[in-house]
């Protein structure tokens, strides 16, 4: 019923930018905490943002922070991460999450999406 759509990744050079989306489909909630998480082949599933649907309140991976801006639109029931000063370090899929994480860094959430490639290049 409810699903969570990544969208926004693809291929940029070393310093470029991305906005990715995550948005909802199928009915019109609000969630309690969502966050966004990234992948890389070889490496551990790690956290990158999060904010509470209430409030607007940020959390950020020191690799994030400086960089990385995670925002909300009610309306459209979807979170974005705008994402800038790319690295090649950056490169992952990144995934959005919903639910009611144990902190806002934890990735304990009760629905993901199925994620968006990111690649940059040197």
């Known amino acids: 019923q409810v699903q969570l759509v990544e969208s926004g990744g693809g291929l940029v050079q070393a310093g470029g930018s991305l906005r990715l989306a995550c948005a909802a489909s199928?009915?019109?909630?609000?969630?309690?905490?969502v966050g966004w998480f990234r992948q890389a082949p070889g490496l551990e599933r790690e956290f990158v943002a999060s904010?509470?649907?209430?409030?607007?309140?940020?959390y950020y991976a020191n690799s994030a922070k400086g960089r990385f801006t995670i925002s909300r639109d009610n309306a459209k029931n979807t979170v974005y991460l705008q994402m800038n000063s790319l690295k090649p370090e950056d490169t992952a899929v990144y995934y959005c999450?919903?639910?009611?994480?144990?902190?806002?860094?934890?990735?304990?959430?009760?629905?993901w999406g199925q994620g968006t490639q990111v690649t940059v290049s040197s």
């Open positions: 999450a919903a639910g009611r994480p144990a902190t806002m860094y934890s990735d304990d959430y009760e629905d």
């Open positions: 199928g009915r019109t909630f609000s969630w309690y905490v």
């Open positions: 904010i509470r649907w209430y409030g607007g309140i940020t």
